[in-house]
């Protein structure tokens, strides 16, 4: 199997600050072949931070106070500070981090120059954004974490804390067929699988999602249960409900394309300025789980509603993805009435934080996320759900039936069992 090697810097932007470089990012790829491992580095390449982005000016410039930095967009403007959940090459660059998804020569989801992404159908932001940009890299055999799943009551008490294994893999750039049969190949755009190890009464309990590349079908999924010992297929209606053990929904987890069911429409364009109200963003939001935050993007925002006749879990969804880095941020979804009845705030972890081949290999790129913190706030019945990676990597030598129901079937309870 061959990896991407892509050597990439980033150079913070603008005339003003030309003279301020973040020094270029060291990738590690490993070999599946030979557990060779290969160190590059950018040398002299550098990514221009962009200086049009959706038909406006863009620019970065040191702010008054140490570690702050001032983002303009057009006549929009914000103070960038470091906050204590950052990953530490994001609070020393500042936003000129996520500019190295705007480098030139990168695959998919990132092939476009930032002065096209703004041109992009409405319905192609989910796919490029969420689905490839965070949680299926294309250019990965697998991703794959163990992660947390913690519910809080309305008084901020936990409710129950669910622990989950995660593997996932995308096979739109060629990679990953091995776990396809031939017949399928054509068919499959990625799948996912997981299952939870705790609490007690979801232990073993886990399921697949088969996203197919024909945009008007539904995805496929199968929900193995260890009482039964079988694994049965779930009904297409599945995309609007819950994620098991979760506050999560389907959408929010593997359903993360455009749905036949739904209309996507640009409403407009934002400079990112999360407040610390956004569950994510505050400093005492899980700071142990270091990762990136989109603060000083701008976001393409994306309404999103049921077609006529559809009865969905929301009446209207608003939601927001960087064109900057390509990865989707935060949504917020409205009843019939109007009222906010849920927000859903997503932030990745880069391949520092990652790693490649097994449990201690080395680092991956940068470029390779997977989500890091996931949050959901219902603001109808005053629950919180926090969900974060533990550990998480690519290209893990797995089985080529790690997707087939006998894999689930094993019920693995470490993350180690199941990777072998």
């Known amino acids: 199997m061959k990896y991407q090697k892509t050597t990439v810097g980033v150079a913070v932007l603008g005339a003003v600050f030309s003279t301020m470089l973040w020094s270029p990012l060291v990738q590690k790829a490993q070999s599946a072949e030979s557990s060779a491992t290969t160190s590059a580095t950018a ?98 055999e697998n991703q794959w974490d163990e992660a947390v799943a913690r519910i809080y009551l309305p008084d901020g008490s936990v409710r129950t804390e669910t622990d989950l294994l995660e593997i996932a893999s995308a096979f739109v750039s060629g990679h990953g067929r091995q776990y396809l049969p031939a017949s399928q190949a054509a068919q499959v755009a990625r799948i996912y699988k997981w299952t939870a190890t705790t609490p007690e009464e979801l232990r073993g309990q886990g399921g697949t999602t088969t996203v197919l590349t024909d945009p008007n079908l539904d995805p496929q999924d199968t929900l193995y249960l260890p009482t039964v010992r079988r694994t049965r297929r779930l009904a297409g209606a599945v995309a609007k409900q819950y994620f098991p053990g979760t506050i999560y929904r389907y959408e929010d987890v593997s359903y993360l394309q455009a749905l036949p069911q739904l209309n996507y429409k640009i409403i407009g364009f934002e400079l990112f300025n999360p407040p610390d109200t956004f569950r994510g963003y505050g400093p005492n939001d899980v700071p142990q789980n270091q990762r990136l935050g989109g603060a000083g993007d701008v976001n393409v925002i994306i309404e999103i509603t049921p077609k006529p006749g559809v009865s969905w879990w929301y009446a209207k969804r608003i939601y927001h993805c960087g064109l900057i880095d390509m990865h989707f941020w935060y949504s917020e979804e409205f009843d019939a009435n109007g009222t906010m009845m ?12 990652l790693h490649l081949g097994k449990l201690d290999g080395p680092p991956a790129s940068d470029l390779w996320t997977i989500w890091g913190y996931a949050s959901v706030q219902e603001f109808n019945s005053g629950f919180v759900e926090e969900g974060f990676d533990t550990t998480g990597g690519f290209n893990a030598e797995v089985p080529a039936s790690v997707y087939a129901p006998v894999s689930l079937e094993r019920q693995s309870m470490t993350i180690q069992e199941w990777l072998e």
């Open 43 to 140: 040398g002299a390449s550098t990514t221009q931070a962009p200086t049009m982005v959706a038909g406006k000016p863009y620019s970065i410039e040191p702010g008054k106070d140490p570690g702050t930095f001032v983002v303009k967009w057009g006549d929009a403007s914000m103070i960038w500070k470091a906050k204590p959940w950052m990953e530490p090459v994001l609070a020393k660059a500042g936003p000129a981090y996520l500019a190295q998804w705007s480098s030139k020569g990168l695959t998919y989801p990132y092939e476009l120059p930032v002065d096209q992404r703004d041109k992009l159908p409405a319905g192609q932001y989910l796919d490029r954004c969420f689905a490839y940009g965070e949680n299926f890299p294309p250019d990965a």
């Open 342 to 353: 849920r927000r859903f705030v997503q932030m990745p972890m880069t391949g520092s934080k």
